[in-house]
């Protein structure tokens, strides 16, 4: 196996786990389960996203925002036909944003944000969503856009049977 190969796969089973790992969170809060241990869960979904970015700019980007702009505009264009490479700027926003919650949660023990803020939780984890549905679904292809659609469809199952199955508490 040559060095790219290994980068190519480092990359891409980053982003995998990275995924994985807000699907397995969100599924927990979508099925009310506890958020104890899914704090470590979500800090090593964080840790992939980081390992992602980092071995994508170091292995195709030379370390060169203008070299990812640049080829996250041709590819939208190439999808969409939208000159386009807010993408990159998005991507950059999911890891701060990451980022702080990781923090938030860990310095206040609580998963979502409570009170007249909560907004910003759901906003940020449908902001995810958006992002990894067309990561997956839309820009993906193969193996990729399957996995996509299994997460979110397991997603919408789960959401599914939490609003119409009688809860045993109730």
């Known amino acids: 196996m040559t060095s790219v190969e290994l980068l190519f796969i480092l990359v891409r089973a980053s982003i995998w ?5 807000w699907a397995v969170v969100m599924g927990g809060w979508l099925k009310g ?16 996203y980081l390992v992602h970015v980092a071995t994508a700019f170091a ?5 060169s925002h203008a070299i990812a702009f640049s080829e996250t505009l041709r590819q939208t264009a190439e999808l969409t ?8 700027w998005l991507n950059y926003l999911i890891g701060i ?31 995810l969503a958006f992002m990894i549905f067309n990561g997956t679904v839309v820009f ?3 193996p990729v856009r399957w996995f996509g659609v ?5 997603l919408a199952t ?3 049977r939490a609003r119409l199955l009688p809860h045993p508490e109730s």
């Open 97 to 127: 944003l990451w980022i702080i919650d990781v923090i938030r949660w860990r310095l206040s023990g609580k998963a979502w944000i409570v009170g007249r803020w909560h907004w910003l939780s759901a906003s940020f984890h449908v902001f």
């Open 59 to 63: 292995g195709f980007y030379h370390w």
């Open 17 to 21: 786990l990275a995924v994985l790992a």
């Open 158 to 160: 789960v959401w599914l």
């Open 33 to 48: 389960s506890s958020w104890r241990s899914t704090w470590l869960i979500w800090t090593a979904g964080l840790l992939a």
């Open 81 to 88: 036909g939208i000159d386009s490479g807010a993408g990159i």
């Open 140 to 142: 993906g292809n193969g």
């Open 150 to 154: 299994v997460i979110f469809l397991a």
